[in-house]
């Protein structure tokens, strides 16, 4: 059984907020009532144990001086010696006039210290960071369409379904609430889980872990889609939170945008490592797309182009009328990610329930899997 947080103090206001703190971040803490005495050293401490293995330490300032923390005159901790160091502690207090409590923090080994009520939410979201493990956060890829049509969401669903495939914790986020409903192309439209109706009054922090249990599963990747009810509107709160609770999950995380950017759409565009402009290989959709792609790289620094060539499934060669990927790059004035190429039978492949990229040896899976080569080594997210 995975050890809880830790809290030490005596003091009992001090104790009944941070056990309200701990509630609200979904967890019943250790309680150690004060320090170990310093003649007793701390291996005779109650709280030695839990000390050691608990993902966060709360340390109540009353406690530090009058017991074995932070002692100056002894480093080494023993049977006999102070409290050892240890990450994750947080020195918890209230008097922001104190200059001493920020001396106290060193000698006690914090790496921070909150003053309350203040830091109340930052305090809550870093116990529930401890209790979820957070590490390195989900590399997070949007795409969105230079123009309608262009298959955004295609893509979107083809790299969710590749790199699931492969082994990674997978998220798959339809943030376009006037699309086909990502959940229709993975074949999941009738698996049981919440939509983004369900999240609409969310607030704050969502639990990354609860996220992930809520929502449907398919192809070994989680989808958070829309429902087939008339409501298409979720507040910029409401995606902040669900967001940022996927991303903390790790792995990978990917986004398929709009192409009118409003309050909520930007606040998926602010969390975004990387983003994909799928444009046709025509001029109408160029002159669209750059205006599309001007909007979108205000808020997402990495914005490349994705490239579909002309004429469909059924042309045959590469050399039809229309604008090479190249050129359509930089008339955009954006990296080139690629060619997307067509593949046949794919609508087909959908209404049997296999969706995009699913196929391993078609093109779809094969564009996907050369982009997360080098996107996943770039970003160091391990498998």
Do not use: Y
């Amino acid at each position: 059984m995975a050890e809880n947080i830790l809290i030490v103090t005596e003091d009992e206001e001090l104790l009944d907020d941070l056990l309200r703190l701990c509630a609200a971040a979904g967890t019943e803490p250790q309680v150690a009532h004060g320090g170990p005495t310093s003649g007793a050293g701390w291996a005779s401490w109650s709280g030695a144990a839990s000390w050691e293995r608990a993902p966060l330490v709360l340390v109540g300032d009353d406690c530090v001086g009058a017991s074995g923390f932070g002692r100056a005159d002894d480093d080494t901790p023993g049977a006999d010696g102070p409290v050892p160091r240890r990450p994750g502690v947080l020195l918890i207090g209230r008097d922001w006039d104190d200059p001493g409590v920020w001396e106290r923090g060193v000698r006690v080994g914090a790496e921070s210290v909150a003053l309350l009520p203040d830091a109340e939410s930052w305090l809550t979201g870093r116990i529930a960071d401890a209790l979820e493990g957070v590490g390195s956060t989900a590399l997070t890829v949007g795409v969105i369409g230079g123009r309608g049509g262009a298959g955004a969401s295609t893509l979107a669903c083809a790299l969710a379904v590749t790199v699931a495939a492969a082994g990674e914790r997978t998220t798959l986020v339809d943030a376009d609430p006037l699309g086909g409903g990502l959940d229709i192309l993975l074949g999941a439209e009738r698996t049981q889980g919440l939509r983004w109706p369900d999240f609409a009054e969310s607030r704050g922090r969502v639990g990354g872990a609860a996220l992930a249990d809520s929502l449907p599963r398919a192809h070994d990747l989680s989808v958070l889609s829309w429902d087939r009810g008339e409501r298409a509107l979720v507040p910029a709160d409401a995606m902040k939170a669900v967001l940022s609770a996927a991303r903390r999950r790790g792995g990978v995380v990917v986004v398929d945008l709009p192409r009118q950017v409003d309050a909520t759409v930007a606040e998926a565009l602010v969390q975004l490592d990387l983003g994909l402009a799928v444009v046709p290989a025509e001029l109408r959709a160029v002159a669209a797309a750059h205006r599309v792609a001007a909007r979108t790289r205000l808020v997402v620094r990495d914005l490349r182009a994705v490239v579909r060539p002309p004429g469909g499934p059924q042309r045959r060669n590469r050399h039809d009328a229309g604008l090479d990927d190249t050129e359509v790059a930089r008339l955009l004035g954006l990296p080139l990610a690629g060619e997307l190429p067509w593949e046949r039978g794919l609508l087909a492949d959908v209404d049997r329930g296999r969706p995009p990229g699913s196929a391993k040896d078609g093109a779809l899976a094969r564009f996907c899997g050369r982009f997360w080569e080098q996107a996943l080594s770039g970003a160091g997210v391990a498998a």
